[in-house]
């Protein structure tokens, strides 16, 4: 497969992705790994470093579940989770950049109407 064909499969599969996450606030890990390996096949299709497009690690980890305000404690999920907000914003940042890429470059001294100096 070409380039051109991968860039186009990243963005039909971060576009799934995006439209269907959960309306949860609060993500399972499962939708941050799976939008990971789209982005590392772009990585490795382009040979770029996509870094700024992952999901930080200090954006995941447990959520609270419960709380008891007369003693202060805090009970916290056993499992990690990623804020719904932040799996968005990277994939909407990948999804803006991959379009750019797509776009032909613009013409240079690209003139519109006829060139009377004929």
Known sequence: MDTHDEIIRAIAIVSS??????SDPYLELRWVDEYHRALAKVEKTMTVDLTEFRVEQSS???IVVSGNYGT???NYSDDSFCDRAILLQ???ALLNYLNLLLQPPPAENRRIG???SK
């Open 114 to 116: 006829f060139d009377q």
């Open 72 to 74: 202060g404690q805090v």
């Open 90 to 92: 990277k994939s909407d």
């Open 17 to 22: 992705i995006k439209d269907n996450l959960p």
């Open 60 to 62: 995941i980890g447990p």
